[in-house]
């Protein structure tokens, strides 16, 4: 099946830093990719749709400023959480379309655990 | 708008019993659903999904769900339940085409008596 991969897995930053995510699909090509957030015990919450070569679509409350995305090749999505504070510590997953064929199956990479101090 | 409700955020279930997660769903256009499984701090993988066409899907690890329309319902099932099983498990639906976002329910988890 298709592989996505992130990383780093794990990070923990001092509030105030940045931080850099990076999702890759490794066996085909995603034209579309999804950025999600877990709280704990919760679900998972789309924050923005990421589309090669345009802007990020967010969803209503996500601040774009602050959740930096870009898909810059077929393969690649990044997710820059900017002057990260606390409360920004979290789960943050993502996800590429696999549109090949019939399967149009959104496959999810295995997280990005994120810690501000 | 599309939603989604899982009854019960905890189910139990001795080994080699049935397996029953369910899942509600309300969609404004024919749904796309799709259940999920999450190992502890882990990525999600996909279990099954329905699209169109048959209405029971067969997925891996020997789960399968029924898309029923008429109960706006798509219940996750499983014969025999075993302990690698236990999990997290989320039920989805997606927006609308295939360039849209999923909306998850809260999830289930799933514990395994021995």
């Known amino acids: 099946g298709a592989v996505v991969s992130q990383h780093p897995s794990r990070v923990i930053c001092k509030s105030g830093t940045s931080v850099k995510i990076e999702c890759r699909s490794l066996?085909?090509?995603?034209?579309?990719m999804f950025w999600y957030r877990q709280f704990p015990k919760k679900s998972l919450m789309l924050m923005a749709t990421?589309?090669?070569?345009?802007?990020?679509?967010?969803e209503q409350g996500v601040e774009k400023d602050k959740f930096l995305i870009n898909h810059a090749s077929l393969t690649l999505s990044t997710l820059t959480v900017t002057s990260a504070h606390p409360e920004d510590s979290s789960f943050y997953i993502c996800?590429?379309?696999?549109?090949?064929?019939?399967?149009?199956?959104?496959?999810f990479g295995p997280g990005t655990r994120l810690t501000v101090l | 708008a599309q939603s989604v409700t899982q009854l019960g955020s905890h189910v139990s279930v001795s080994e080699g019993a049935l397996v029953l997660l369910r899942c509600n769903y309300s969609?404004?256009?024919?749904?796309?659903l799709f259940w999920y499984v999450q190992y502890p701090n882990q990525g999600l993988q996909l279990l099954l999904k329905?699209?169109?066409?048959?209405?029971l899907v067969k997925g891996i690890n020997g789960f399968e769900a029924e898309f029923k329309k008429s109960e706006t319902s798509f219940h996750l099932t499983k014969p025999s339940a075993h302990m690698s099983d236990a999990a997290e498990y989320f039920c989805?639906?997606?927006?609308?085409?295939?360039?849209?976002?999923?909306?998850f329910g809260k999830g289930t988890h799933l514990i395994i008596q021995p």
């Open positions: 996800s590429a379309r696999d549109g090949r064929g019939s399967t149009d199956t959104q496959y």
């Open positions: 066996d085909f090509q995603a034209t579309t």
């Open positions: 990421s589309n090669e070569g345009s802007k990020a679509t967010y």
């Open positions: 989805a639906v997606r927006r609308g085409g295939g360039a849209d976002g999923l909306t």
């Open positions: 329905y699209t169109t066409g048959a209405t």
């Open positions: 969609s404004s256009v024919p749904p796309y």
